[in-house]
């Protein structure tokens, strides 16, 4: 594809992503705009649309997927819908867009990356937006120059305000840590090979049954050690922070220093309340960029192949967490498509 006009993108779920990213295209991204919009629940799905210019909205992928004008897609279902979605896009042989995480299991992510593969081309961009952070881009781009040597560890935090009532204490990793899971390949560029999970005693402030906060560490085929203190009802902002302690030096993102206030015998600032807020230029970013490169007929950034890993890491941290001990990771050969 090599389109001088807008591309013509279908969005899948119009939950709160769903939603939140039919606004971004419709309204900050160039270049696109949404044509259709899916939702098993009619009445969402239409409340989005009607406020969207030549949006239609349906309940079924299929059918939005099938019509004329539609050039790509963009997935922001419940995690379980995802395959079946990529699946129908892959039909169509539809660019796509694809919101963490690309399926909810290692199985499943491995019958879509088979179907890719089968396509002979890349046709997914995973929505691990880390990657479009400004933070974590300059991160990533000191630990490219060498300057700090190796990296040896990488502690991770991810603190939410609150969980939802369906979350569960496997959501904790599958969900949330998957985030970390993403980061540390990346910046690292090793595969993670092991990973154990440590439960404190549960917060008077997470719901009852729920264990929360978690301590999980991953272990790279690089040598590093990646720690995560995933804590999903601290109560008080939503923080997410990485620092890398190298050979010669650290370096540190996510202290959310950017405005600090000097009042009456204080100084502080804000903590931002969720994703939403914190990482609202990474999707802007991470958005942009798939229309653009979806445009000039590229495919970039996190792959199937980074969705699948992420998956078979995450399942190993589930193991992890609910028999207890090391669980080893299992990856399959990395297909030549990736490489
Ligand atoms: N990148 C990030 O930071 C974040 C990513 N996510 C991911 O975004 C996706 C959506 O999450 P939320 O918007 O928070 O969930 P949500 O529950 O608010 O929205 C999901 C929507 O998908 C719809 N849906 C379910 N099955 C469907 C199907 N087969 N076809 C069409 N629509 C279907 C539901 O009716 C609902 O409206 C998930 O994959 C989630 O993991 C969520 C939060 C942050
Ligand atoms: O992806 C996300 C949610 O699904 C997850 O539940 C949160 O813990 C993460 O911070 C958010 O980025």
New binding site residues.
Partial sequence: MNRREPLRVAV???????ADHVRRIDRVVSGARVTAV????AE?AKAVAAGVDGCTAHTD?AAAMAAADVDAVLV????P??E?ALLTAFEHDLPVLC???LTPDAASALRVMEAEQALGHRRVQV?F?RRYDTEYVRLKSLLETGRLGRPLMLHNRHRNVSSPPFFTSAMLIS?SVAHEVDATRWLLGHEITAVTVLRPTPSAGAPEGLTDPQFVVLETDGGALSDVEIFVNCGFGYQVQAEVVCERGTARIGDGHALVTHTAGRWGGTITQD?TER?AQAYDDEIQTWVDTTRRGEITGPSTWDGYAAAAVCEAGVRALEAGGRVEVDLVEKPALYR
Avoid: L, Q
């Avoid at 899948?12 to 769903?18: F, P, S, Y």
């Fill in positions: 899948i779920g119009t939950g709160r992503m769903g899916v939702d098993i629940d969402r992928p922001a279902s419940s995690g819908a995802h079946a919101e963490k995480p929505g937006m969900d994703w990482f």
